[in-house]
């Protein structure tokens, strides 16, 4: 089958969008061009964002291509499907501009994930994979009867019927991604890293899956949710594959990047930069000394509240207490170059405590956020326990909600951002 694969092109005007709006490599697309191809499907893959084209010059790439499949990504790479935009209206702009010219259409994402129908009815397309997308997507494309595909949602004579899910991939022996030439060298961001300009290509890599926490703001639970690390070789020939294309920082997408001795080992020797995100309790101070020798100059840790109530209320299972966590912040500020202490708007921290802990912080040298309000988004315990289980405007909830609760937002918003109706103008009702 002729497969076309497609990132559309990201615009986050009027957005609450919390992550990063650079291009980042499409891994969920590359994950599954690797599957397709390995069983003999011919690919195209496309990156709207990354190559600065329009979704109407991608569309009729993929007409020309002759797709029988067309399968395009609701979130901005795989890096943050927790954090999306809660809106739909650019991947329906690609749809739009493709018509019927790229055969069936599928949609891959957390929307469809957490919200088939609503997903479906808005984007217009045939079909949205529930969860991981990869091998679901391989499933589509071998089977002969798609009402025999796990893990999918589509329309049965007007009527919305959903094949179970979400799908997990197994992924742990996921081969080595490869990416065009063209493409690493566009590539020019370093995301979150803030200890020296870029000095070569920048790429996002995964060394795990999942988390084995729950914390109750993590948008997760219906998709990269189970935890599961990579086996080393293949993802160690893929970070050779990319250093041999000059690039010389790696940002690891990892959900939560865990202690990994023979992984920090065998980075040691590569001379090659990276970032993680990650909890410090869970690091002992002899490996944050490894991660530091390791390549790694910036770390992104969980804190989120200087309350133990606090961190119960998010569920957070924390290990060590406030005085203890500054410490362990500090001592990784020893090794690596940048650290940042995330924090979470809660009504139990007092403004002045907070500002004189952030203080304290950046006189050693570690950042920390002011803190942002939470966005209930549908895939989290927090959505649930407000509302109980997502549905088919459950995104329209959250954002009311959350539009309703603050006046001022993370630091990246310097406009209001819109109503989801008005972002969503052009998506189907």
């Known amino acids: 089958m002729r497969v076309a694969l497609v990132n559309p092109a990201w615009d986050y005007t009027g957005s609450i969008y919390f992550g990063c709006r650079e291009p980042h490599l499409p891994l969920e697309l590359g994950c599954t061009r690797l599957l397709l191809e390995g069983k003999g499907h011919d690919v195209l893959m496309l990156d709207a964002h990354l190559c600065g084209q329009s979704n109407?010059?991608?569309?009729?790439a993929v007409a020309d291509f002759?797709?029988?499949m067309t399968v395009v990504t609701t979130a901005p790479t795989y890096l943050f499907w927790r954090c999306a935009p809660p809106e739909l209206r650019v991947p329906r702009d690609f749809l739009l501009a493709l018509g019927h010219r790229g055969g069936r259409t599928v949609a891959v994402g957390p929307h469809g994930s957490t919200t088939p129908g609503a997903a479906l009815r808005k984007l217009g397309c045939d079909i949205v994979v529930r969860g991981e997308c990869e091998e679901v997507v391989l499933a589509l494309a071998e089977a002969q009867d798609i009402r025999s595909v796990p893990c999918i949602a589509h329309a049965v004579e007007g009527r919305l019927r959903v094949n179970g899910g979400p799908a997990a991939a197994r992924f742990t022996d996921l081969p080595a991604l490869h990416w065009p030439a063209d493409w690493i060298a566009r590539?020019?961001?370093?995301?979150?890293?803030?200890?020296?300009?870029?000095?070569g290509p920048g790429a996002e890599v995964e060394a795990s899956r999942g988390c084995p926490y729950h914390c109750s703001f993590c948008a997760k639970?219906?998709?990269?949710?189970r935890?599961?690390?990579?086996?080393?070789?293949?993802?160690?020939?893929e970070v050779d594959a990319l250093r041999a294309q000059g690039v010389t920082y790696l940002y690891f997408i990892d959900e939560i990047f865990l202690p990994n001795r023979a992984l920090l080992e065998a980075m040691a020797g590569r001379g090659l930069k990276f970032g993680v995100q990650t909890r410090l309790d869970l690091w002992k101070p002899e490996m944050l000394e490894l991660l530091g020798r390791a390549g790694c100059v910036s770390i992104e840790a969980g804190v989120e509240s200087l309350t133990p109530e606090g961190r119960a209320a998010l569920d957070k299972d924390c290990r060590l207490d406030t005085d203890a966590l500054t410490a362990r912040l500090l001592h990784a500020r020893r090794f690596v170059p940048f650290v940042q202490a995330n924090l979470i708007r809660m009504d139990g921290d007092e403004a002045?405590?907070?500002a004189e802990w952030r203080a304290g912080l950046a006189r050693e040298g570690v950042w920390a956020n002011d803190p942002v309000p939470l966005y209930p988004y549908p895939s989290s315990p927090?959505?649930?326990?407000l509302w109980g289980m997502p549905d088919d405007v459950a995104w329209e909830r959250a954002h009311a909600h959350y539009l309703g609760q603050f006046e001022a937002f993370s630091d990246i918003q310097e406009e209001r951002p819109l109503p989801l109706p008005a972002l969503e103008s052009a998506c189907a009702r």
Request: net charge negative.
């Open 56 to 60: 109407a010059t991608v569309a009729d």
């Open 187 to 199: 590539h020019t961001h370093h995301h979150h890293r803030f200890d020296a300009p870029a000095d």
């Open 66 to 68: 002759g797709a029988a």
């Open 221 to 225: 639970i219906d998709f990269r949710d």
């Open 352 to 354: 002045d405590h907070v």
């Open 227 to 237: 935890y599961r690390r990579r086996d080393l070789t293949p993802l160690l020939e």
């Open 382 to 385: 927090d959505y649930r326990r």
